[in-house]
């Protein structure tokens, strides 16, 4: 009987959620067009606040239980539509999140491209709005912008994803929910971690799945502990996570090579692609990182993290420089 109820409870679940999808998406479909039709009456009949304020009244004294039809509301849609009206690609995608994200988008991004790069990863991850709101405010996508994302790209994805924005290892990480003291061990940063472990997964990618803390491996008689350990599904390899509350020193590579081989020798599945390593520091020299990598690591990333949030300002100049120099506009891999 109770593998019967389950079956029925699931049945039901996918038809809410069918049905959820199809309310949202004929929702946001309405404001658009009511948007593209107040947009269009503002600007070839000079319509004022005023007349807009009256509307907005009349709809309410009609359906009094209707949300979001204040002025703000429509003057709001009609932001929506001149937004993103007038390109197809964008435009097709806003049926696919809620509305409630949609305006987060709109109010708190930028330019088109940052609207589409949070539209997608929205669509693709299925962001609540607490998480799309974290995301933004800690720059995800001037930091996803700055990172090469370089030990994932050398993996054939065991998934289709030609969707973007695709998994990618950032260069920094923002680990301001953790709210560590000022002075903290290693050990602090992994057990804080793995308390928020829901918050740090968004961080770095709901693609990855936790396997354990301190995992053990043996290596001969001895036996040696990495400090975190993930397992990413779209490139269907084990990812090992070393935490280091100092700059990225040289020696860091021969560790997480060791841990690399031992988990390839003795975890890896015959299916799964190579293992990667992910060295996490407060800071590191660039130059001092690529000669750390030059010989056969290209399986290993050196990232750094901040436990503040991070000055999105610093970022968007970081960007604006990089794209003056390559003199570009293109902000996807």
């Not at 949202?24 to 107040?38: A, P, Q, W």
């Not at 370089?150 to 969707?163: F, G, N, R, Y």
Request: aromatic letters at 12%; a neutral charge.
């Amino acid at each position: 009987m109770e593998k019967e109820l389950n079956e029925i409870i699931t049945i039901i679940q996918s038809h809410k959620d069918k049905t959820y999808r199809k309310i949202n998406e004929e929702l946001v479909s309405m404001y658009f067009e009511i948007g593209k039709y107040l947009s269009t009456k503002i600007k070839s009949e000079k319509w004022g606040s005023k007349t807009v304020e009256n509307i907005s009244r009349k709809i309410m004294e009609l359906y009094p239980n209707l949300r979001g039809f204040d002025k703000r509301g429509l003057y709001r849609m009609v932001q929506f539509y001149e937004t993103y009206g007038h390109n197809v690609i964008v435009s097709s995608l806003l049926t696919q999140i809620s509305w409630t994200n949609n305006v987060v988008i709109l109010s708190s991004t930028k330019t088109i491209e940052e609207k589409e790069f949070y539209l997608r990863l929205c669509i693709k991850h299925n962001y609540s709005s607490r998480e799309l709101n974290r995301q933004i405010s800690s720059g995800y996508y001037e930091r996803y912008l700055l990172s090469n994302g370089k030990a994932l790209e050398s993996l054939t994805p065991a998934v289709d994803e030609d969707d973007i924005p695709k998994s990618k290892i950032l260069d920094n990480y923002s680990l301001e929910f953790l709210d560590l003291p000022k002075t903290y061990s290693e050990k602090d940063l992994r057990k804080s971690i793995v308390s928020n472990l829901k918050d740090f997964i968004l961080e770095i990618g709901n693609d990855f799945s936790f396997i354990g803390e301190e995992y053990r491996i043996q290596v001969g008689i001895h036996d040696f502990y990495i400090d975190l350990l993930f397992y990413n599904r779209t490139y269907s390899c084990l990812v090992a996570f070393e935490l280091k509350i100092g700059e990225f020193k040289p020696e860091y590579i021969s560790k997480m090579s060791f841990y690399l081989e031992a988990l390839n020798r003795q975890e890896k599945k015959n299916n799964e692609n190579q293992s990667v390593g992910i060295i996490l520091c407060t800071s590191k020299d660039k130059t001092v990182v690529e000669y750390s990598v030059a010989q056969n690591n290209s399986n290993i990333a050196i990232s750094t993290y901040e436990t503040k949030l991070i000055n999105k300002k610093l970022l968007e100049n970081k960007i604006k420089e990089i794209r003056e120099i390559l003199n570009v506009d293109k902000y996807f891999r």
